[in-house]
């Protein structure tokens, strides 16, 4: 009995190790298949990882190639319109050279008139001097006479008396200027050196000076900033004093060279001047030009930032501006120490064609005339007027 239930016993537990082996064997079966699996998925999701990867970089590699093209494209417009620029800049300056055209010729004419309309205003000046009701309504015509010097620099002729003689300063500063004895001297020159140069003690600074009644009045720029009066008959300093103002700045934004601009109209030398006190706008004085004594000063309401120059016409500041990138010079702000012509009455002038940025602009009271100088171009401007009060 005991030897079947034995037997019994060890069959059933040999049954039950077979079976016990069989799921052992299913299971890791499918343990491996599960296995396998989750390899193909790894491979997989590496695979498009790196796809993804690949794709990224295409992309970025593609959009810096856009962006550099548009880099390119944008440079390369830039040149193109700088080039128009100068392109039309030199048509300009040559076909003011080239007096067959007809509206050359009316041009040409504009040079002419300085001498003759300067001797008709000579009868007329003392009315001119005690009247002096004109404002600037616009700017008639425009001549560009020469291109010589570098891209900053002032011209002007003597704004006093009508001697015919040309100015030169060139550059921002120097000890030395040029004398033409007329503008058809200097526009037939080979250059500025052929002028005959007038040497100083001292150095002048930005573009601010004037010529009046044979004296040259230069502004020196040291600790302190000083007026010269210059005789130009004599070759000698007349007399110099400091201007008075203290914690002054550059005038124009747009020149931060001048810290004076010396200005001549009808009735005499002013000063355009800016300081801290008042640093956002242009301040305006009466100079007496024998002592250079500050006979009286003003806050404008003009200002500084984005000016270019300015120039003053029967007691009237024009502030003229213009942009970083340069475009097209307005007059864009006026003051009138007689409070007869205000903002609201000038129009806004703007200046012909398109150049760079004016360094000066020196306004002519003996025949209505601006001398400019524009990126090396010696330019006439003739301004249109109109009486203060006419509406
Ligand atoms: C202008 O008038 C003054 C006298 O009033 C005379 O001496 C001078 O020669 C005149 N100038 C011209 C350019 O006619
Ligand atoms: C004008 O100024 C520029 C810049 O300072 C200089 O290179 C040039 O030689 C000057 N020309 C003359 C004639 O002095």
């Not at 049954?15 to 016990?20: E, F, K």
């Not at 299913?26 to 343990?31: N, S, T, V």
């Not at 000083?226 to 020149?255: H, I, M």
Request: glycine content about 6%; hydrophobic content about 35%.
């Amino acid at each position: 009995m005991t030897g079947v239930f034995k037997f019994l016993v060890i069959l059933l537990g040999a049954l039950a190790t077979a079976q016990q082996q069989a799921l052992m064997d299913y299971l890791e079966r499918r343990l491996l298949a599960i296995e396998d699996r989750i390899t193909l998925w790894h491979e997989q999701t590496s695979r498009y990882t790196s796809e993804l990867r690949e794709l990224k970089q295409q992309i970025i590699t593609q959009l810096e190639g856009m962006d550099k093209n548009k880099e390119a494209l944008r440079s390369e417009l830039d040149a193109v319109g700088t080039r128009v620029e100068r392109v039309e800049r030199e048509m300009d300056y040559l076909e003011t050279q080239n007096g067959a055209q007809p509206c050359v010729e009316a041009d040409d004419k504009l040079v002419e008139q300085q001498v003759t309309v300067a001797k008709e205003k000579n009868k007329s000046k003392y009315a001119k001097l005690t009247d002096c009701s004109d404002m600037v309504s616009s700017i008639k015509g425009m001549k560009i006479l020469k291109r010589v010097g570098d891209t900053k620099g002032m011209w002007t002729k003597d704004m006093g008396v009508s001697n015919g003689k040309v100015y030169l300063f060139n550059s921002t500063g120097d000890d030395k200027l040029y004398e033409f004895s007329s503008v058809r001297e200097f526009t037939s020159s080979l250059g500025i050196a052929e002028g005959k140069t007038v040497e100083l003690s001292s150095t002048w600074q930005g573009m601010g000076h004037a010529i009046y009644n044979n004296h040259l009045y230069y502004v020196k720029v040291n600790e302190e900033i000083r007026l010269v009066r210059f005789d130009l008959q004599k070759g000698s300093v007349k007399n110099s004093a400091v201007f008075p103002v203290e914690n002054q700045l550059p005038v124009y934004t747009l020149n931060s060279e001048t810290y004076i601009d010396l200005a001549v109209d009808e009735e005499g030398l002013w000063a355009i001047y800016a300081t801290k006190n008042n640093e956002k706008h242009v301040s305006l004085a009466k100079v007496d030009p024998k002592t250079l004594v500050v006979e009286q000063m003003w806050d404008t309401p003009c200002p500084r930032e984005n000016a270019e120059a300015a120039f003053v016409v029967c007691g009237t500041v024009y502030v003229v501006y213009n942009s970083k990138l340069p475009s097209r010079s307005r007059i864009q702000c006026v003051f009138d120490v007689s409070d007869m012509v205000t903002n609201d009455d000038a129009p806004t002038v703007y200046f012909p064609k398109r150049y760079g940025t004016h360094s000066s602009l020196k306004y002519s009271p003996l025949d209505q005339l601006i001398y400019a100088w524009d990126d090396g171009y010696q330019i006439l401007y003739k301004l249109q007027m109109k009486k203060k009060l006419e509406v």
